[in-house]
């Protein structure tokens, strides 16, 4: 049994889907079970819980041979940072008093830096607290910037014509597609080859910049001329709290694409075929953008 904790987001939905294809017994956590109806029909056992309700969660990993960690993004939490400490105390609590002696965590790219990059130090801090947890052993996956974050980019494409944000457009970074994860992750909570405490970056295929993102994916939707625009923190930070983030997330994204800008969210491993995943970006977006674009459109 290997317990999936957000079974139904982006990564863990993958690697609870190909745990299921290998024959593992899996139980799928979530807060809501229509959401993980899917997966229960694929032969999951499925379990509803909330990453802070620790009791849960120790139900939720009791018996399992391995869990998949990670910390549900949430920015309208007031105290965003607060909330992923929270987060992380509660799953290292529940996998010390469930006996797991296996998991593979969700951090990313960056997390060796404790300060100063907004969420990502705080899945430094995730890191560190797991690895608290006497005579676990852990792998932190530090996968790259996720290409579902440019689904959130339709809107202003449909009303502006245009990609924005506060990170530098020629800036080339790791970036990765969201399954590739989920396909990793579930590989290596099959294998369990991992002893102590160790990380792991995911680089994707290659590094890409946004402003090369944009005509990929301008490309893709029948708009070659689609630009990505870099804005002023203080405007993208309006912009992030008109959408219904916390003025608190919207500060902690900014600090975290200022780090990116200045360099110090950067990748510290080599890249190799060790860390270099397969799906490109023009792949993802013939299958993944293209028909979210025009669903949203349609639906507009
Ligand atoms: N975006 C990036 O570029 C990037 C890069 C590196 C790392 N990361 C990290 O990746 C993580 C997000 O991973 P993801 O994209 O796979 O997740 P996701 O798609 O956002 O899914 C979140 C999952 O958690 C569940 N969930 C939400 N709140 C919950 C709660 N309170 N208790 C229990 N379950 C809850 C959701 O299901 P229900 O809503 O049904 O409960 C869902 O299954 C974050 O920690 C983020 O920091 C992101």
Do not use: C
């Not at 939720?60 to 940072?81: H, N, W």
């Not at 080599?270 to 349609?298: C, D, H, I, Y």
């Amino acid at each position: 049994m290997i317990t999936i904790v957000g079974a139904t987001g982006n990564t863990g939905s993958v690697a609870a889907a190909a745990l299921l294809a290998r024959g593992e017994k899996v139980r799928a956590v979530g807060r809501r079970p229509e959401r993980l109806q899917k997966l229960a029909e694929q032969g999951a056992e499925i379990f509803t819980g909330d990453v802070l309700d620790t009791a849960a969660m120790t139900k939720a990993f009791t018996g399992a041979r391995a869990v998949y960690l990670m910390i549900p993004p949430d920015f309208t939490q007031a105290d965003f940072r607060g909330y992923q400490a929270r987060v992380a105390d509660s799953l290292a609590r529940a996998i010390e008093a469930s006996g797991v002696t296996h998991a593979v965590t969700l951090s990313s790219v960056g997390a060796h830096l404790s300060e100063g990059a907004g969420p990502i130090s705080g899945l430094h801090h995730f890191e560190q607290r797991i690895n608290q947890v006497r005579g676990l052993n852990v792998l932190h996956l530090r996968p790259g910037y996720f290409f579902e974050n440019f689904l959130m980019q339709i809107g202003a494409i449909r009303q502006f014509g245009m990609m924005g944000g506060s990170m530098r457009g020629d800036l080339a970074v790791a970036m990765i597609a969201t399954r590739d994860i989920g396909i990793r992750a579930a590989e290596e909570l099959a294998r369990r080859s991992f002893t102590g405490q160790q990380t792991r970056e995911l680089l994707g295929p290659r590094d890409v910049s946004l402003a090369e993102a944009a005509a990929i994916l301008g490309k893709a939707i029948g708009k070659p001329d689609l630009r990505y625009q870099q804005m002023p923190y203080e405007q993208f930070e309006s912009i992030l709290t008109r959408m219904g983030l916390s003025p608190d997330g919207a500060r902690l994204i900014n600090e975290m694409y200022r780090a990116f800008n200045e360099g110090r969210v950067v990748a510290q491993e080599k890249r190799g075929p060790e860390n270099t995943t397969s799906t490109t970006l023009e792949q993802w977006a013939t299958e993944v953008f293209v028909p979210a674009f025009r669903g949203q459109a349609a639906g507009a």
